[in-house]
């Protein structure tokens, strides 16, 4: 089980295909969506599916820095916004990126696995901020995202570490929720004893 505080910090989430951006000559530059602004399935169980949805006013105030692409979250940084190698913009869709691996040997022979086929997807980490649970879509709704750290290509697309991750994150959500609103009947339920009480005195 990941610790609460963990799951109230850090977060990762796999999303969408990474590309080498057409042109006509070798520039050694990939773009991608790091996350779309649609809602999407988070997980799913026996109980059903539990969906998360990031619009795009979660990030009006999120910390976007300097974030760095990686290879799997870890290791050497391949591009970073603080020197202009890697481009993080919110358009209509979603989160756009744009990186060029042309600094080194390592970023190239990155380039060339994305462009060949070898790596396709993308992963991103970030900070949770304030967020809903809507019972009747079954969807987390992200209302602020505090910081996004990195943008992340991924060899795996169904990390195993990744996916327990994102699966303690909505359960403690929606146990949160339940919880709360727990408290909320029995506090009614107390008030209403009361009335009862001091209208049979």
Known sequence: MIPK???ESRQFRQTIEIRAKEAESENYIVTGYAMKFEPYVLFESEEGKVFE???KGCFENTDMSDVIMLYD????VFARTSNNTLKVELDDTGMLIEADLSSNAESKQLYD???SGLITK??????VGKYRFEEDSQTIVHESVRKVYDVSAVGIPAND???INARNFANG???KIQA???EERKRKLKVILQIEEAMEA
């Open 5 to 7: 505080e963990k799951l």
């Open 53 to 55: 949805e990031f619009p």
């Open 73 to 76: 979250h870890q290791g050497r």
């Open 113 to 115: 696995d994305i462009k």
């Open 122 to 127: 993308m992963s991103w980490s970030f900070a």
């Open 161 to 163: 570490d990744t996916s």
């Open 173 to 175: 959500v929606i146990d």
């Open 180 to 182: 709360e609103r727990l």
